[in-house]
T-cell receptor, first 110, second 110 residues
């Protein structure tokens, strides 16, 4: 698992509330990614980071922001959660040409 | 943008071979990957192939790549019940971004 943990593992929140998901890695990987997984869509890239304070948008970035103030932590924030953001969120880190994934966070927005 | 397609479902009997197929559109793909996802878990990297190769074998797994037709396959020999999972193919573009297929659910019957 390349030392990748995600917290929380499960969260239920109400529409309009802010939510922050945390990804933590212990291997000092430079590149980190946030994906969402929805039935029939596989995984889609939300945002990624190529170093501390260096981030960029992915395919489905609307409604999400990220921050990376330390190499080991990559945070994903939903400023005002909507029901369409109910999903399973995966963090990944890249080592050489391989991406390793965390265990996922199941987020439900009611 | 890039597109990666997989069939949704495959059912095989224990001991048979499984072949999971994938097609992609990006002709500049550098690496192509196969990931396995078990229920409630993250994605586990199974194997990968560099785009200038046409075959790679790793124990029970054989990856075939037809670059002309942009077709990738994963063959699992002597399929076991523990191989039941969702399998994702993914292609990596020149910017090191992954595009995933929607996943193929493999069911192995005893």
């Amino acid at each position: 698992d390349a030392g990748i943990t995600q917290s929380p593992r499960h969260k239920v929140t109400e529409t309009g509330t802010p939510v922050t998901l945390r990804c933590h890695q212990t291997e000092n990987h430079r590149y980190m990614y946030w994906y969402r997984q929805d039935p029939g869509h596989g995984l889609r890239l939300i945002h990624y980071s190529y170093g501390v304070k260096d981030t960029d948008k992915g395919e489905v970035s609307d409604g999400y922001s990220v921050s990376r103030s330390k190499t080991e932590d990559f945070l994903l924030t939903l400023e005002s959660a909507t029901s369409s953001q109910t999903s399973v969120y995966f963090c990944a880190a890249r080592f050489s040409y391989e991406q390793y994934f965390g265990p996922g966070t199941r987020l439900t927005v009611t | 943008g890039e597109d990666v397609e997989q069939s949704l479902f495959l059912s095989v009997r224990e001991g048979d071979s499984s072949v999971i197929n994938c097609t992609y559109t990006d002709s500049s793909s550098t690496y192509l990957y196969w990931y396995k996802q078990e229920p409630g878990a993250g994605l586990q990297l199974l194997t990968y192939i560099f785009s200038n190769m046409d075959m790679k074998q790793d124990q029970r797994l054989t990856v075939l790549l037809n670059k002309k037709d942009k077709h990738l396959s994963l063959r699992i020999a002597d399929t076991q019940t523990g191989d039941s999972a969702i399998y994702f193919c993914a292609e990596e573009d020149a910017g090191n971004m992954l595009t995933f297929g929607g996943g193929t659910r493999l069911m192995v019957k005893p």
